[in-house]
């Protein structure tokens, strides 16, 4: 029977999805088994929540017309990073580089891209540590190394990068400067509470309590 070309392309970028959502599960999986782990050993769990998606088809075309790439299922895999996502909330900004230093030491992982929007935050405030990192998933007759993103940040930086989204969204605002000046400078502060309430944690639990992990990541360029 003849084959629709629509047709197959379709099917292909339908499997792909699949497989992106099946790398979703793994790195979920290696996050929940570090979560669990540090809960027995240090009686804390640096992991508050996890959020995973799967870039949507608009979005997916949006961004390789936006790079010059033709929308093809091939060039979603060559230049897409962000596909698969998932963003892990931590208590605590010294969480952020132990949950980032665990998994990616793991055997199985390779570490593509680190982006330390902490120490090196974005002008308008931005915070949150990117790894690009790609995780083999074993499929019935084939594995394959997929590519996910995982932003990592606390309940601070999270709660300003939402609000930051949502009022990104509306273009037509009377003194856009007044308004990124604002949320700067709320950005500013959320970031000084978070280094205040590290500086509770280690008053309590002390520095010793967990291992102080210093990652040592690739300057964003
Ligand atoms: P969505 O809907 O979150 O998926 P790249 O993606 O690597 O081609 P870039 O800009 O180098 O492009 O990536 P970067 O800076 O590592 O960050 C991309 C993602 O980080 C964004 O995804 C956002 O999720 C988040 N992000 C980056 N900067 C900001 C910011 O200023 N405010 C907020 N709220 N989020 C930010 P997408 O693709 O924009 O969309």
């Known amino acids: 029977p003849e084959q629709n070309p629509f047709i197959e392309d379709m099917k292909r970028f339908e499997e792909l999805m699949m497989m992106y959502s099946c790398a ?27 959020q995973s998606r799967i870039k949507k088809p608009v979005s997916i075309a949006t961004k390789l017309s936006s790079k010059g790439c033709q929308v093809s ?13 998932l963003r892990v909330i931590c208590s605590f900004i010294d969480d952020i580089y132990a949950v980032a230093e665990k998994l990616i030491s793991q055997n199985d992982i390779t570490l593509i891209e680190a982006k330390d929007y902490i120490s090196h935050p974005k002008p308008n405030g931005y915070r949150s540590l990117h790894l690009i990192i790609e995780v083999p998933v074993f499929f019935a007759d084939h594995t394959r ?37 604002r949320l700067k400078h709320c950005a500013d502060v959320i970031s000084q509470t978070d280094l205040e309430m ?3 944690k280690n008053m309590i639990y002390g520095d010793g309590a967990q291992p102080q992990i210093k990652l040592c990541l690739e300057k964003n360029t």
């Open 73 to 85: 299922v091939e060039n979603i895999v060559y230049n897409l990073n962000d596909v698969a996502g």
């Open 145 to 181: 190394n997929m590519r996910v993103e995982v932003q990592i940040r606390t309940i601070a930086m999270d709660f300003w990068a939402s609000l930051d989204h949502q009022l990104r969204y509306k273009k037509d605002v009377a003194d856009p400067e007044l308004i990124s000046g």
């Open 24 to 50: 979703i599960k793994e790195v979920q999986t290696k996050l929940d088994v570090l979560n669990t782990d540090f809960s027995v050993r240090y009686n804390r769990n640096p992991i508050e929540f996890i």
């Open 198 to 200: 590290q500086e509770i």
